[in-house]
């Protein structure tokens, strides 16, 4: 028989990160405690009165005084734990979000209250709304970003609303909820787990991070802007060693990044797809870290989608969940990719201003390195208009010829510098008739890389286009061998992949693909390349 308990722990708690009972949200929860720990022993005016806590690379103990209740320090910790600016924003301790990075703060906030704080029994609302400046990477304005701001939330007193049973041979119990658990969904009974296991779960909210996302089209998903459909992506660590992530999850919003270059801010976290996510969130550990894969803190995470779905339409549910890593041959392509600003502020109808996704490669490069293609696959997909063609090149600008410079693949190389190389004489051949003819130079150039992009399109199988391709290099060399075709292995390599049937998409995108990140660089085009 179950009876009504108050929340009540008894005193040591530990928390060991190895639990056998532990799955990947325990241990980032367990990451979360830690992170607040270590948050509590730099700024220690922050910090729980009378609560001792030890912080291990693998276990947090948290203790009290004997003149201190149970349920009076655990409500200590958690208001030393979960906090609100004086703009009424979530305040997390744990995440370390320095004073002076309001605009990141915002994005956490508005992306807590999309995932762990949507439903109206888990936080309050102020009925005014505030408003935030943000500076414009465009032209360098200040505009202002609309938020709701919140007078409490769930955390803040969770151990007074906690849904807390005493079973019969089980002990004490507590219910899990989306707003603990995001995606957490009861059935014929409510889903529970022992209270210090539920206490611990709280602190998931520190240790994951959450993005706005705002897809584009490289799978022909289109976001409705105008009606400022946000949805959400939580990244889910997989926590190893407690010391090293609290550090590095500190470190990611300090001031001081700021200062070295790297940028920490609203649109930072604003993203096209899940998997960009959690790439970009695992990127910016290793940064910190600067230790070999095998000893960082975290090997992989969960990437957990939040949006709309068909049997519920009130609240964002979760509605993909995929794993990452950062194991992959190509991994580098997405950070050349990544570190190129790829967002921008637009205002909609409503007068609102909120934040887009300029271009889809991030997104469909890290979609395919976590889905285990190829880094280039469905690449022809975000030029199949004449419109998309020339945005790319615009949007991207040096970054597409950044990222072909760091390929590693010897094959995808040989393809693109063979092909730049053919495109670079068939531009310096333009070039001297045009100033024969005295006809306009870019013009000459943007209608023959529209006549190239749609011979590639218009091929069917790897013959076809392999056929195009060798008459490609011909036409541009006028009996002048490709210098790449003089290395014979480069020669051979080249050979073997266009002629192979199972290659055939890989090709056809790699050529689009090296058209495109050629095209970006400005100064060939004008100058028309080296004969």
Known sequence: MAKVVKAALSKPLVYRLFDPGYTIYHRAALGGLAATVRAWQRRPDIAPAGITADLHPDQVTLTWNDDITDEEALGRILAASFKRTKDSLIDLPGQGIDADLDSLRLAVHQGILGTFLQSKDARKVESEGGMLPLKNPDDGSTEMLRYRGVATYFHQTAHQRLTITENDGEGITAEIVQWIVPGAVKGAEALNAPLKETFLLLFLMVGCAVFILR????????????????RFCLVVPDVKDLNRFTTALARISSVQNVVEGLRMDYLDRVVGGVEEAALRFLIDLETQEKVAIQYRSVAE????????????????????????????????????????????????????????????????IAANLAGQRHWCARFKSLIETRSEFKTMLFDMRGGLRDMSKAVKDEEDRAIIEVFQEAWNRTMGQMGGRAGRQGSSLERSFDTRAERIRNEILRAKNADQMANWFLRFCANATKGKPISAFGDEAIRKKVYNLIFDQRNFDRFQNLCLFALVSYASDETKATTGGNQ
């Open 215 to 230: 897809p584009r089209r490289y799978n022909k998903r289109k976001q409705d802007v105008q009606r400022n459909k946000f």
């Open 301 to 364: 995470c969960m990437a957990v989608g939040m949006g709309k779905v068909a049997w519920d339409k009130q609240q964002i549910n979760r509605s993909s969940m995929i794993k990452v890593n950062q194991d992959y041959p190509e991994i580098e392509v997405f950070k050349v990719a990544r570190n190129y600003r790829n967002n921008k502020l637009i205002k909609i109808k409503t007068g609102e201003t909120i934040a887009e996704v300029i271009t889809p490669v991030p997104e469909l």
